[in-house]
């Protein structure tokens, strides 16, 4: 239990009130709070109640407090108020008791009433305070930090409320008392409306970890705020509620009907491929090899030894230099070509039942690397008792050479050991890139040598509104720096993710986001010219002090563009540059540079004096600065030869025109093509770039961005700003070598047409000319709502096999004509959800990788029969008929009767896991 002294200023006398805490729920044990009383003349009558009886302190109206005496909320005047002297609170000032206090008992909810209403692009939010514990929280001396991601409007409800909001940055709000504020006596709530910008239809929008402040005092996480169960935020309950827009929203959270009829998929019984990604040709037999690890043995040739190592590692067989006449896995690099082309990652697997081996042959030891791991997906069993693997032939090679992941570690840290588990995945499904966001607004997470401020500064968050010791908090983080959303990446954690990528034949590419997003970089250069009063001070500042810039960035910073123009920010890139060149060099060389470049907030250098100076007179626009940012850029990283990756608006200006790629000498400008909202007319940027010369990695939001949810439901994690929601289906029925065929619906849900987006002639749609410039796509990983291990591979996967899938495996489906094309893409993706369910998953839980359990769809038959159904064949649907006290498996048997409600639960492959809980009414 927590301590208190609470020192009231009462008509000049002063006086002692110590406690215990008992709870942050409104649960109070009278036997723990006897002891709360330290003076005979304070509120004698809260403590008269026998040991061990429960008090529950329901919340009261406004000038009502509650009366234990009474047990109910009664007029703040009236005699039964049992504690009258802690209503006086004349002179009290706040004081680290009282923050403490109001950390453990108030209570904060958080409910969306309303999006859009009236056709307004604004939603209403009733947020309700509530004194929870026994003691007056003062009204005055305090404030409540908490991020909110739409801008909040009005900020000042002084007069309404006695309230102001106030936007710091980001998405980081501060709402403070003014003198229209009263105390917060026991048992009382106070509710407040306001509006914020858009809309809000989902549960993660709200960041967990409000904090109350006070200055010269520790901050303290309101304990109903805290963690990552969100319960604080009211459920989306109405259709005002989880519609963005109104009735032009056509999305709603699935009943478990519907979601029985989008997941209907033949439950095929077994997993009918024996590998994923889909190999281009695979021949099996009815033989099996039986493989005892203590009599088989593994042989390699030079150039692949560590491959060797690697499978014996995995199967615990033993390697050897010279091969037997039998029982022997055998790896060596050869001169393959697939129908007549050569590709450095091609690989045959041949086995021979009768011989008793299995030759693995690569083009490089990349191919053969693959090979291993199909292999290692098609046997089963395990080292004790041996493994059976079907006699199969396999003829294969990529369909990209680019076949990405990207992970975005700045907005919420992940460790290394996190990396390196996606590492080992990446690799079990042939991905061969890791794209590391390693720096944004709210957070810099990669040590550089000579810049320690970087990740003394830059890589926590805080409550130092001075942003010398840390950056502000944003996204939930709270007020301490030791929160597991901070961190960074030491030198040599970074040489060691180098090293297992490498030998998992994984490139790793890392970003350092600029000129926009670079609020951390900033700030933390800022606290070095602070620290060295010296010119070198000054060396790698990022902004002009006299630049009057007046800019929002999308996530609503005004400080976040380092300035192009000034030579220190030059030094600064160059510097960066130059240590992370270092840190590669001996280990896996670096051969792309990606520099960001997106989402510069519109504004940004106008009024800078250095790029005044720069420019030879007026700045007309952001966009010219940015493209002198891009050339300094391509011509350090080009003198270096590297390659140089950016997102697709890092290498544009205002009117959707590529920069000229003839001004810029790397040998190869990788562009990330991304923003492909079908009714904002910007689909055709990635054929656009490729046309003009640009290698283009397809990026598409609407079926790559796994920052959104999986479902249009409200307790699905993540944003929706594109799509609102992309299930996995969706991602592997995408069509990379046909962007406008994957045009489906608007925001909204409307169903689109090729004529709606592309115009009646097609003119709106850049078709595409140059096909070799296509070189791969990538699936995405945005941060803002993910802030743990679990999380991140939940949204992870199991989308991500759907990626490695197209990008490995071209399918019929994607070019054939509309009369076939439904059909092979419900055949291919039967065969992909059953493997799935049966094989990949279990794979997946042997490694610890927490994939997203689907909740299951159902429906009852005419009989009261209830047919369940998973996303996945093979995973097993629970059921409650006694709100969830107990569990049953589904079955065939299984019988439910119109007017009952019951619960159901998908368990994951291993049954160590569920789903969410679904409710189902049965009519």
Partial sequence: MFQYILLFLTLGESYLLGANAVSSKSDASCQDIVGFIRDSRDCKKWYQCRSGEKINMPPCESGTVFSIQAM???????????????????????????????????????????????????????????????????????????????????LNLDTQYGIIFDHIQGCLFSMSTTPNFSPIFPGQSKKINFWAMNWSVSKTDVMPNWYIYANGLKSRVIASTAGEGLDFVKP?????????????????????????????????????????????????????????????VIVADSKVGAEAEILSEKLHIRKIDMAPQKKFIFLKVDNLKLNGVSNSEDYEIEMSAFGETIIVQGASPAGVFYGVQSLLSMIQGDSNSGYIIPVTFINDGPRYQYRGVQIDVARNFHPKSDILKLLEVMSMYKLNKLHMHLTDDEGWRLEIPGLPELTSVGSKRCDDLTEETCLLSQLGSGPNASAPVNGYYSVNDYKEILRFA?????????????PGHARAAIKSMEVRAKKNKDPTGQLYLLTDPKDKSVYESVQMFSDNAANPCMQSTS?????VLSEVMDMHKNIQPLRTYHFGGDEVGNGAWIDSPACKKLMNGDVTSTSEVKKHFVKLVSNMTASQSLNLGAW??????????????????????????????????RSSRAYRFANNGFK???????????????????????????????????????KPDNLYANIDTNRSGKKLTLEEVCGPLGTKCVQLKNK???????????????????????????????????????????????????????????????????????????????????????????ENKLFVISAFPGLKTEISFDDQLTWTTVSSETTAYKGQTVHLRTRSADLKRTSRVIKMNVK
């Fill in 772 to 862: 070799e410039n296509i070189i791969g796509m990538q699936g995405h990983l945005w941060s803002e709502t993910v802030r743990t291990s679990e999380q991140m591979f939940e949204m992870y996967f199991p989308r991500l096999i759907a990626v490695a899938e197209r990008a490995w495996h071209k399918a019929k489906f994607e070019t054939a004509g509309k009369d076939s094309a439904d059909s092979l893409l419900k055949n291919d993706w039967t065969k992909f959800a059953n493997t799935v369910g049966y094989k990949e998953l279990l794979r997946l839980d042997k490694i610890g990788v927490t994939y997203r359990v689907p909740p299951p769809g159902a429906y009852r038959n005419k």
């Fill in 502 to 514: 490498k030998s998992r034949h994984i490139e790793v590419i890392p970003e350092f986001d600029m």
């Fill in 571 to 575: 030094l600064f890139v160059a510097h």
């Fill in 236 to 296: 989306f309950l109405n259709a005002k509620q989880y519609k963005r827009t109104g009735p032009s929203d056509r999305f709603h959270p699935f009943s478990p009907m519907e979601r029985y009829g989008k997941y209907k998929v033949e439950d095929l019984g077994k997993a009918p491929f024996l590998v994923l990604p889909t190999p281009k040709s695979s021949i099996g037999s009815s033989s099996k090899l039986s493989i005892k690890p203590q009599e088989w």
């Fill in 648 to 681: 697709e608006d890092g290498m544009m200006g205002d009117q959707e025109i590529p920069f000229n790629r003839t001004e810029l000498p790397n040998s190869d400008i990788i562009v990330y093509a991304w923003d492909n909202v079908w009714e904002w007319d």
């Fill in 72 to 154: 109910q909320c009664v007029p703040i005047v009236h005699p039964w108020n049992d504690c009258p002297e802690s209503l006086n609170i004349v002179g009290q000032q706040i004081n680290q008791s009282m923050i403490d206090y109001i950390g453990d008992f108030m209570g904060v909810e958080y409910k969306v009433v309303e999006n859009h209403p009236h056709g307004k692009p604004v939603y209403e939010v009733e947020l309700i305070l509530s004194n929870n514990g026994p003691v007056t929280i003062v009204s005055r001396g305090w404030r409540i930090y908490f991020c909110h991601i739409m801008k909040i409007n009005p």
């Fill in 696 to 734: 283009v990695v397809m990026s598409q939001a609407t079926h790559l961005y796994f920052d959104h949810p999986y479902e249009p439901d409200p307790e699905e994690r993540g944003y929706y700003w594109a799509p609102r929601y992309i299930d996995t289906m969706k991602t592997f029925s995408f």
